[in-house]
């Protein structure tokens, strides 16, 4: 039995095999008796529960695309003689934000909900630079032992989850003034093998389909928050960790339904509040430990690359817009003009949203560990336009499907001998399309718009990676404003210094 003392080789004995395809990814997720509970429930075994399930398989396509189109699912570092999965390779030049983007479209393509593992990427990514500039400035070894780490888990093949979010209780207070210190996670001791960590992480996605957290920080530290100002890596069984998942809309009808009325008969997303009690970290996966001054660069690193990676709602976005057209030819209306040209504006949101995202790739800037980082400004211009623009390709995907993906009965309803009839004569559109595939469209683009999988689509789009004030606060920081008021001025003719404010 895993001991809260055990060293970091010891921590990594259990992945001496490294997993090699999708199926391999879901037998290493059982037998791992960790404490989970979903509905007031423990969880046995996560990869047969019902709800959990899909969400499994949605991570386990990353493995998938590995496999099937390497050139997207897979990257070869630098002095490396082997290829490693995508999701666990560091940006070295702008190509490789380029391929990550377009592996996140495809698995937004293949999945149609969140496939769990971009906040894990963006976190090794950031804390490769941090630690390199921690140990530049204080002569520590952070960045060694993450290099360690992230070359152990690139061998083995594992999937590593991020996780930032507190639950900030009083959020006028920062850290050291919360009346409940575990409001942030924080270092509550520490000793001759490593620290002991204890609060909480919220809204973490894939957490329980993982097999190692990195924690970090959520936001700016002081001085009097050094027992906050930790990052690390902690494999997603140790003792102390207990898992809450989360609720999403219409998730159990994975249970009392079946695949038509689920919407999505094979993929979803999963979140979990994740709750630390003394969990122990071994010094060799600690990675900052309260070098307070960091945690901004931390902070703001993560962020920039994760507003970009939210290009994966490109791909949830190509799948709704498919479902929109699909819905329409089976209403008999595809050729209407006003369909056409709402079909058209989806498109064209949803395309702007792709090219920011590329476009802060392609103009991605080196820092000093070697790692590359996405344009700041056009990470946020894209990040805040995924605020907008899902919200309304939904509307007008709903718009073209009728009221009735809110009103057709259930799966059940159509199985039933006397009014099943009824229903497939009623809900018949037109001819030669099954009523059947008639209603698993309607129940994906439900699904996609205010069901389950509306939580990746949607809400997260709207608040993950930071709120659209965040994104505001940084263009506004970065706008150069004085710079663009100078060159106004310049050739306006005006020679006279600016009017001070």
């Given at each position: 039995m895993q001991q809260r003392n055990m060293t970091a080789a010891e921590l990594w004995a259990d992945f001496a095999t490294p997993i090699a395809n999708a199926d391999d990814y879901v037998r290493s997720l059982r037998g791992r008796r960790m404490m989970i509970y979903f509905m007031g429930e423990r969880v046995?075994?996560?990869?047969?529960?019902?709800?959990?399930?899909?969400?499994?398989?949605?991570?386990?396509?990353?493995?998938?695309?590995?496999?099937?189109?390497?050139?997207?699912?897979?990257?070869?570092?630098?002095?490396?003689?082997?290829?490693?999965?995508?999701?666990?390779?560091?940006?070295?030049?702008?190509?490789?934000?380029?391929?990550?983007?377009?592996?996140?479209?495809?698995?937004?393509?293949r999945t149609?909900?969140?496939?769990?593992?971009?906040?894990?990427?963006?976190?090794?990514?950031?804390?490769?630079?941090?630690?390199?500039?921690?140990?530049?400035?204080?002569?520590?070894?952070?960045?060694?032992?993450?290099?360690?780490f992230l070359g152990r888990a690139q061998t083995a093949n594992v999937v590593i989850g991020g996780a930032m979010t507190d639950p900030k209780g009083d959020r006028s207070k920062p850290p050291h003034q919360q009346s409940d210190p575990d409001m942030f996670l924080r270092v509550v001791r520490r000793?001759?093998?490593?620290?002991?960590?204890?609060?909480?992480?919220?809204?973490?996605?894939?957490?329980?389909?993982?097999?190692?957290?990195?924690?970090?920080?959520?936001?700016?530290?002081?001085?009097?928050?050094?027992?906050?100002?930790?990052?690390g890596a902690v494999r997603v069984d140790a003792p102390g960790l207990t898992y809450v998942v989360g609720r999403?809309?219409?998730?159990?009808?994975?249970?009392?339904?079946?695949?038509?009325?689920?919407?999505?008969?094979?993929?979803?997303?999963?979140?979990?509040?994740?709750?630390?009690?003394n969990v122990f970290v071994p010094h060799e996966h600690v990675f900052m430990d309260g070098e307070w001054q960091f945690a901004s660069s931390l902070v703001e690193r993560f962020t920039t690359y994760h507003r970009s990676s939210y290009v994966c709602k490109t791909g949830l976005g190509d799948v709704l817009i498919g479902a929109a057209a699909s819905a329409a030819e089976h209403n008999g209306v595809e050729t209407a003009s006003h369909i056409r040209d709402k079909l058209v504006?989806?498109?064209?949101?949803?395309?702007?949203?792709?090219?920011?995202?590329?476009?802060?790739?392609?103009?991605?800037?080196?820092?000093?560990?070697?790692?590359?980082?996405?344009?700041?400004?056009?990470?946020?211009?894209?990040?805040?336009?995924?605020t907008r623009f899902p919200f309304e390709i939904s509307r007008l995907a709903q718009d073209i499907a009728g009221g009735?993906?809110?009103?057709?009965?259930?799966e059940k309803d159509l199985q039933n001998n006397e009014i099943g009839p009824l229903i497939r004569k009623f809900l018949h559109g037109r001819d030669g399309v099954e009523v059947t595939d008639r209603m698993r469209i309607l129940r994906l683009i439900e699904n996609m718009t205010i069901g389950r999988n509306a939580v990746g689509y949607l809400t997260e789009s709207l608040h993950g990676a930071g709120s659209p004030q965040a994104q505001r606060i940084q263009i506004a920081r970065a706008m150069k404003l004085d710079e663009k008021k100078a060159r106004a001025r310049n050739l306006a003719g005006i020679t006279g210094p600016a009017r001070d404010r």
């Open positions: 046995a075994e996560p990869a047969d529960h019902p709800v959990i399930r899909p969400s499994i398989n949605a991570m386990a396509e990353s493995y998938r695309l590995a496999a099937e189109r390497p050139e997207l699912g897979s990257a070869q570092p630098a002095g490396a003689n082997r290829a490693v999965n995508r999701f666990l390779h560091v940006p070295a030049a702008p190509g490789d934000l380029v391929a990550k983007h377009e592996m996140q479209r495809e698995l937004g393509r149609g909900t969140c496939f769990q593992r971009c906040v894990g990427l963006d976190a090794i990514s950031s804390c490769h630079s941090v630690t390199f500039d921690i140990d530049a400035a204080n002569g520590t070894d952070y960045h060694k032992r993450f290099l360690a000793d001759a093998d490593g620290v002991y960590i204890s609060g909480a992480k919220m809204h973490q996605t894939g957490a329980v389909n993982s097999h190692w957290l990195i924690v970090m920080p959520t936001m700016r530290m002081t001085d009097a928050d050094r027992d906050w100002s930790v990052v999403q809309t219409n998730d159990t009808r994975a249970v009392d339904g079946g695949a038509l009325d689920a919407g999505n008969a094979q993929f979803a997303g999963q979140e979990a509040m994740i709750v630390f009690d504006e989806m498109t064209h949101l949803n395309e702007t949203i792709y090219s920011s995202c590329m476009a802060a790739a392609h103009q991605a800037k080196p820092v000093a560990s070697g790692a590359w980082i996405n344009d700041e400004m056009l990470s946020n211009v894209a990040k805040h336009n995924v009735l993906i809110v009103t057709m009965p259930s």
